[in-house]
């Protein structure tokens, strides 16, 4: 649940921190602390734990704890009452993943508020739960429930027997339940744009549905008239939208383009940014986009290990999504709503195919049969304008780096 360190793009000024064992420029405010507020929450969904009540939960922050470690500071796994929410003996009562911020990080506190108010008022399947938080003399943490699976960049990208290729059908499965957290953040009750969608960010329960966490970059979206909400240009790299790094010009469909790029990382089984790959490679969205475009070459940019486990149709469907989710043009892109529904039709499609084939020619000849959903069922989509970036593409850095934290 941990952060990465995050780098600035195109800031033009800076101080430089030690953060892990390199050198991180980041753009840093002075740490206001009586204009940072919660919101009013619902004490009913949010508790207030002690520090004294997470120190037994965690067994004292003991290392065998540790669940993961990012920017923020260390993610322990704990145990809490399920009824009342006090700590209790570990493996009784429920895990839940603790984060504790890193005292030393100045930005950690903003982001620890903005946690705090955006998951203390959402309530969604699909969005990691928090059960409270911790804000005690210098100490400030989160209580989250756990997520065993852990996240889905685990899954596609470790190598080892603990985590084995997730199927065609998983990563699709995967998919539905992150476009719909998506798509809620942006409806007209939330209004939010969530601003680092990665595969890091969204986590696994045991079957395998996913949730999004870590909302220390969220923004409320704009208001009235406004289009879009100007911001310092932040995230990580090879997931910003090109308009957003160019302009620092922020909406919704900012986060439809990071989409767009986790989609293309499900689907070939490569990062977003990958130094290690040939000439030409490192950037999986300027190396796949040719392919995307043509129905013949599309498999090129599939995973190999997902071999004979999708039907053409789906992945042309799958290909197409993702080329409009990562046009250039942001008014082209499809809205995560009309994402939610494609990917919606296309799971229904592909329990059609998996039925047995006497069953599929009896519904064909009563017309019952569905087809194959296409990503221009959706009515803000729209194939991208080919076009050079210009100073908008992004500078690649070290595997992986990102953009600096700073609201």
Same mark, same amino acid.
């Given at each position: 649940?941990?952060?990465?360190?995050?780098?600035?793009?195109?800031?033009?000024?800076?101080?430089? =921190?030690?953060?892990?064992?390199?050198?991180?420029?980041?753009?840093?405010?002075?740490?206001?602390?009586?204009?940072?507020?919660?919101?009013?929450?619902?004490?009913?969904?949010?508790?207030?734990?002690? @520090?004294?009540?997470?120190?037994?939960?965690?067994?004292?922050?003991?290392?065998?704890?540790?669940?993961?470690?990012?920017?923020?500071?260390?993610?322990?796994?704990?145990?809490?009452?399920? &009824?009342?929410?006090?700590?209790?003996?570990?493996?009784?009562?429920?895990?839940?993943?603790?984060?504790? =911020? &890193?005292?030393?990080?100045?930005?950690?506190?903003?982001?620890?508020?903005?946690?705090?108010?955006? =998951?203390?008022? /959402?309530?969604? #399947?699909?969005?990691?739960?928090? /059960?409270?938080?911790?804000?005690?003399?210098?100490?400030?943490?989160?209580?989250?429930? /756990?997520?065993?699976?852990? $996240?889905?960049?685990?899954?596609?990208?470790?190598?080892?027997?603990?985590?084995? #290729?997730?199927?065609?059908?998983?990563?699709?499965?995967?998919?539905?339940?992150?476009?719909?957290?998506?798509?809620?953040?942006? $409806?007209?009750?939330?209004?939010?744009?969530?601003?680092? /969608?990665?595969?890091?960010?969204?986590?696994?329960?045991?079957?395998?549905?996913?949730?999004?966490?870590?909302?220390?970059?969220?923004?409320?979206?704009?208001?009235?008239?406004?289009?879009?909400?100007?911001?310092?240009?932040?995230?990580?790299?090879?997931?910003?939208?090109?308009?957003?790094?160019?302009?620092?010009?922020?909406?919704?469909?900012?986060?439809?383009?990071?989409?767009?790029?986790?989609?293309?990382?499900?689907?070939? !089984?490569?990062?977003?940014?990958?130094?290690?790959?040939?000439?030409?490679?490192?950037?999986?969205?300027?190396?796949?986009?040719?392919?995307?475009?043509?129905?013949?070459?599309? @498999?090129?940019?599939?995973?190999?290990?997902?071999?004979?486990?999708?039907?053409?149709?789906?992945?042309?469907?799958?290909?197409?999504?993702?080329?409009?989710?990562?046009?250039?043009?942001?008014?082209?892109?499809? $809205?995560?709503?009309?994402?939610?529904?494609?990917?919606?039709?296309?799971?229904?499609?592909?329990?059609?195919?998996?039925?047995?084939?006497?069953?599929?020619?009896?519904?064909?000849?009563?017309?019952?049969?569905?087809?194959?959903?296409?990503?221009?069922?959706?009515?803000?989509?729209?194939? #991208?304008?080919?076009?050079?970036? !210009?100073?908008?593409?992004?500078?690649?850095?070290?595997? #992986?780096?990102?953009?600096?934290?700073?609201?």
């Amino acid at each position: 649940m941990g952060a990465r360190n995050r780098e600035p793009l195109g800031c033009s000024q800076g101080v430089v =921190l030690k953060m892990g064992v390199g050198l991180v420029a980041a753009v840093v405010e002075p740490l206001q602390l009586p204009c940072l507020q919660l919101r009013k929450l619902n004490s009913a969904n949010v508790k207030i734990f002690s @520090f004294s009540d997470l120190r037994i939960a965690t067994r004292n922050f003991r290392p065998d704890s540790v669940l993961g470690e990012g920017g923020f500071g260390s993610v322990y796994k704990g145990w809490i009452d399920e &009824n009342t929410l006090s700590a209790c003996k570990p493996g009784t009562g429920i895990a839940v993943a603790v984060k504790r =911020l &890193n005292q030393e990080s100045l930005q950690g506190h903003r982001e620890w508020l903005a946690e705090v108010n955006y =998951l203390g008022q /959402f309530c969604h #399947p699909n969005l990691v739960k928090l /059960f409270g938080y911790c804000l005690e003399d210098e100490h400030r943490l989160l209580v989250y429930e /756990f997520m065993p699976r852990g $996240s889905l960049e685990n899954h596609l990208f470790r190598r080892g027997s603990h985590f084995q #290729p997730l199927s065609w059908n998983l990563r699709m499965k995967v998919a539905l339940g992150a476009a719909k957290g998506l798509a809620y953040l942006h $409806s007209s009750e939330a209004k939010v744009i969530y601003r680092d /969608f990665k595969t890091s960010n969204i986590l696994l329960d045991t079957d395998y549905s996913a949730k999004l966490s870590d909302f220390g970059l969220a923004k409320d979206g704009p208001v009235g008239e406004k289009s879009h909400v100007s911001t310092r240009v932040m995230g990580t790299y090879g997931y910003a939208a090109p308009e957003y790094l160019s302009t620092g010009h922020l909406t919704a469909k900012s986060d439809v383009y990071s989409f767009g790029v986790v989609l293309l990382e499900m689907m070939s !089984g490569r990062r977003a940014i990958d130094k290690n790959r040939p000439q030409g490679e490192h950037n999986l969205v300027e190396w796949a986009r040719p392919y995307l475009t043509h129905k013949r070459k599309i @498999f090129r940019v599939l995973d190999t290990r997902l071999e004979g486990q999708y039907s053409h149709v789906g992945a042309q469907t799958v290909a197409t999504l993702a080329l409009e989710c990562l046009s250039y043009e942001a008014k082209m892109r499809p $809205s995560m709503e009309a994402v939610v529904t494609i990917l919606e039709e296309l799971q229904e499609s592909s329990h059609v195919d998996r039925k047995p084939a006497a069953e599929r020619r009896q519904e064909s000849t009563t017309g019952t049969g569905k087809k194959a959903p296409t990503a221009n069922a959706s009515k803000n989509s729209g194939k #991208p304008r080919r076009k050079s970036l !210009g100073e908008t593409r992004e500078k690649i850095g070290p595997n #992986p780096t990102a953009l600096v934290r700073s609201h």
